[in-house]
């Protein structure tokens, strides 16, 4: 019997808005073919489409999966988000999963004129997440006096039936992150660690890629052609790091200094900047008992960095399925 496990297929990052979009498809397509909960649809002052955009199109050409749009409230007022998620479940009948993150390049931070400190950012993205779930779930006037948002009888036309109000996952790693999740009932995220020991048990959602084969030394061989090493991509996340103070990428970074290669637990997609997570690369048994164990961990929610091919879907889902993570 399939476990009841959500899980989320990722945006392929590239430099090219024409190869952005194509990749876009590509992962949304297989994630339906391949019966995936939805896509990971990132924001950000350099990303080459505006997620809400790419997530109408994401429900316009399938007919199950859904969206998982990352919302950092520097970029839109949360009544501007519950609008457009009342939207599209009006258009689509689908529910509609939101990331909801605080991060940005502290340049691009800068540039907006949002001089908050970390941890204020998530005292604001609390609220955020507040005024969303109100707008969403009352037929009444809403009125919310804060530190970051005030509302006065404020209500949102149309609403929204309360078994597809959307979920929100929030991916930080912070103290701050984690005050946030247990006060807005937020599905709290993390990174996977080298060690699976080191899962947090009270943290049902990790994220990470996956490239497995038949064999071990297939599954390598194809990490390596996806992910060849490059001193310039290299050289671009040494840049990234002086812009940033997200304490996941800090930490991360730190791991791939000391080594990118950990057994299975792979680090040089993160070190070429090709990828926000660690992979974990190995032979169909050996992936199906990690999955397993995360699962047995407490482990419900999985954002899976899958490249955007039909080879690389077909290994994970037979992972997945084999781990009885999927029907």
């Not at 991060?103 to 609220?127: I, K, V």
């Not at 490239?211 to 030394?217: A, G, K, L, W, Y």
């Amino acid at each position: 019997m399939p476990r009841d496990c959500r899980i989320f297929s990722v945006a392929p990052r590239t430099g090219d808005a024409h190869g952005f979009w194509r990749d876009v498809c590509t992962v949304a397509d297989l994630s339906e073919r391949f019966r995936l909960t939805g896509v990971l649809l990132f924001t950000g002052n350099d990303s080459l489409l505006e997620p809400w955009v790419a997530a109408q199109e994401l429900l316009r050409r399938t007919s199950l999966i859904s969206p998982l749009v990352a919302v950092n409230p520097v970029y839109m007022h949360p009544f501007a988000v519950a609008k457009t998620i009342a939207s599209l479940v009006q258009l689509y009948g689908r529910r509609i999963f939101l990331n909801m993150v605080i991060g940005t390049a502290l340049s691009h931070q800068t540039a907006l004129g949002d001089l908050l400190s970390h941890d204020e950012r998530y005292a604001r993205l609390s609220e955020h997440i507040d005024i969303v779930k109100r707008l969403l779930t009352s037929r009444r006037p809403l009125t919310f006096v804060g530190d970051h948002y005030r509302v006065d009888q404020l209500q949102l036309f149309p609403g929204i039936a309360p078994e597809i109000a959307p979920e929100f996952l929030l991916s930080g790693q912070s103290e701050a992150a984690r005050r946030v999740c247990a006060v807005t009932g937020s599905t709290a995220m993390q990174m996977l660690p080298a060690l699976l020991e080191d899962v947090l048990s009270d943290v049902p959602g990790v994220h990470f890629g996956i490239v497995s084969r038949r064999t071990t030394e297939a599954a390598w061989k194809a990490a390596r052609r996806l992910f060849p090493e490059d001193p310039e991509d290299r050289a671009m996340l040494e840049s990234s790091m002086a812009n940033t103070d997200a304490s996941w990428k800090r930490r991360m970074k730190a791991h791939s200094e000391h080594a990118r290669e950990v057994g299975d637990y792979w680090l040089t997609p993160f070190a070429n900047s090709r990828a926000d997570c660690p992979y974990v690369v190995g032979s169909h048994g050996f992936v199906i008992h990690k999955l397993r164990h995360l699962v047995a961990k407490g482990i419900n929610t999985f954002v899976l960095d899958i490249p955007p091919n039909e080879d690389e879907f077909t290994n994970v889902h037979y992972v997945l399925k084999a781990g009885d993570l999927i029907a």
